[in-house]
């Protein structure tokens, strides 16, 4: 059984930080790169960070420098993290994470809520 766990979201000012987990539960996400994904209200979901099996990592230019993924595989699935620093309002969005490469018929996790004020 596949399932996707987000948490570690919540709120905070902007120049703070957190830490976000994924539980990626299934032998498809330990083999597979993962990324992390955010939506934020009336947009379309958009590609965070990746990170592959071999551990190379990819930026979004918006959180370039200021977010970090790494991640933790097992036997019967991924652990993803997203360390996040320097957050901006404009970070604020639900965040997923699921594969690096999805197509419209994926299941995601509820996501965790992730809120910066100004």
């Known amino acids: 059984q596949v399932q996707l766990v987000e948490s570690g979201g919540g709120s905070v000012q902007a120049g703070g930080s957190l830490t976000l987990s994924c539980a990626a539960s299934?032998?498809?996400?330990?083999?597979?790169?993962m990324a992390w994904y955010r939506q934020a209200p009336g947009k379309e979901r958009e590609v965070v960070a990746i990170i592959t099996n071999g551990g190379t990592t990819s930026y979004a230019d918006s959180v370039k420098g200021r977010f970090t993924i790494s991640r933790d595989n097992a036997n019967t699935g991924s652990t993803v993290f997203l360390q996040m620093k320097s957050l901006k309002p404009e970070d604020t969005a639900v965040y997923y994470c699921?594969?690096?490469?999805?197509?419209?018929?994926?299941?995601w996790g509820q996501g965790t809520q992730v809120t910066v004020s100004s």
């Open positions: 299934g032998i498809i996400f330990a083999q597979s790169p």
């Open positions: 699921n594969r690096g490469v999805v197509d419209a018929r994926a299941s």
